[in-house]
């Protein structure tokens, strides 16, 4: 898994396995799991990486004043990886800022209570987190991922798409 950059898979592999066994997945339902996983994983470090490419070059002050002049920012997956010093910096930052003066959404698949663990800065950590849930609406979503109604099936054909046509064989 290591070569295809595949290694990271590891660290969701005890739960999807459960969550296989739980709900008597296929091998290819597992694959399509473990992959998503991927997937979103990936979707999370480009948005970091894009992040650290701003630095490089100069452009971060202004990257982050855009940020912080949306009336609604959107945070997807917040806390999925752990956040290094520098990432963590960033989102107090931008919390800070947000404080009070514009609408923040905010989604995670940890409990707010975990989010202190995974940024590198246990001080900027609390008081970021504590701006978050000091105006806070908490909504929880329990049960089954929506994931799994949206995923296309093998055995299902789009019903928009036109039949697939037999090729010729070429001579």
Do not use: C
Not at 4 to 26: K, N, Q, V, Y
Not at 67 to 88: K, S
Not at 144 to 151: A, D, G, I, L, T
């Amino acid at each position: 898994m290591r070569k295809l950059r595949l290694g990271r898979l590891i660290d969701t592999l005890p739960e999807r396995l459960a969550l296989a066994t739980t709900h008597d997945l296929t091998h290819i339902e597992l694959l399509e799991q473990l992959f998503s996983d991927e997937v979103i994983r990936r979707d999370g470090d480009s948005a970091g990486r894009r992040a650290r490419a701003a630095r490089l070059d100069a452009s971060f002050d202004q990257e982050m004043r855009k940020l912080i002049g949306v009336e609604l920012l959107v945070i997807d997956d917040f806390a999925l990886t752990t956040l290094d010093a520098t990432a963590a910096a960033d989102i107090y930052e931008l919390v800070v800022e947000q404080h009070r003066t514009a609408s923040t959404i905010l989604t995670s698949n940890r409990d707010p209570s975990e989010w202190l663990a995974v940024m590198a800065d246990p001080l900027l950590a609390q008081s970021a987190v504590d701006r978050l849930k000091s105006a806070a609406w908490e909504l929880i979503i329990e049960g089954e991922s929506y994931r799994q109604h949206e995923k296309p099936s093998i055995s299902t054909a789009p019903a928009d798409l036109p039949p697939a046509r037999s090729r010729r064989p070429r001579a």
